[in-house]
Nanobody, 122 residues
C-alpha cells in the first residue's frame, strides 16, 4: 500500500507565495513521474506541473514562470513552489505519482493524495 500526503495549502493574498509538499510512503521500490493537479469548484481537474524521475519538468501555460515543481528522490517527496499567486489559482491541489511497489513488479501504479486547499484572496 502506498500513501501520498499533501501539505502546505492555505489562505494567501494575491501575489503571495505557498509551497506545497507531497510525501509518498509505504511499499515503494521507485517512483516515476510525480505530478500536481488542481480542481477548482465547478471545473475539471487539470494538470498543473509534472516532473520525471530524472528531473525533467512540464507546466501548464497558466502557471509557467510562476510555479516550480521539484522532487527529492531520497525522500520520495515532490514540491510545488507557487509564486505570484492569483485568485484564479484557488483550487484543491492533488498530488499524483506513478509508483513501482516492488522489484518483482515491473509495472507502475497510479496513486493520488487526498488534496490540499489553496485559496488566493484578499
Amino acid at each position: 500500500q502506498v500513501q501520498l500526503v499533501e501539505s502546505g495549502g492555505g489562505l494567501v493574498q494575491p501575489v503571495g507565495s505557498l509551497r506545497l509538499s507531497c510525501a509518498a510512503s509505504g511499499s515503494i521500490f521507485s517512483i516515476n513521474d510525480m505530478r500536481w493537479y488542481r480542481q477548482a469548484p465547478g471545473k475539471q481537474r487539470e494538470l498543473v506541473a509534472s516532473i520525471t524521475i530524472g528531473g525533467s519538468t512540464n507546466y501548464a501555460e497558466s502557471v509557467k514562470g510562476r510555479f516550480t515543481i521539484s522532487r527529492d528522490n531520497a525522500k520520495n517527496t515532490a514540491y510545488l513552489q507557487m509564486n505570484s499567486l492569483k485568485p484564479e489559482d484557488t483550487a484543491v491541489y492533488y498530488c499524483n505519482a506513478l509508483v513501482r511497489v516492488s522489484i518483482i513488479r515491473f509495472s507502475y501504479d497510479d496513486y493520488w493524495g487526498q488534496g490540499t486547499q489553496v485559496t488566493v484572496s484578499s
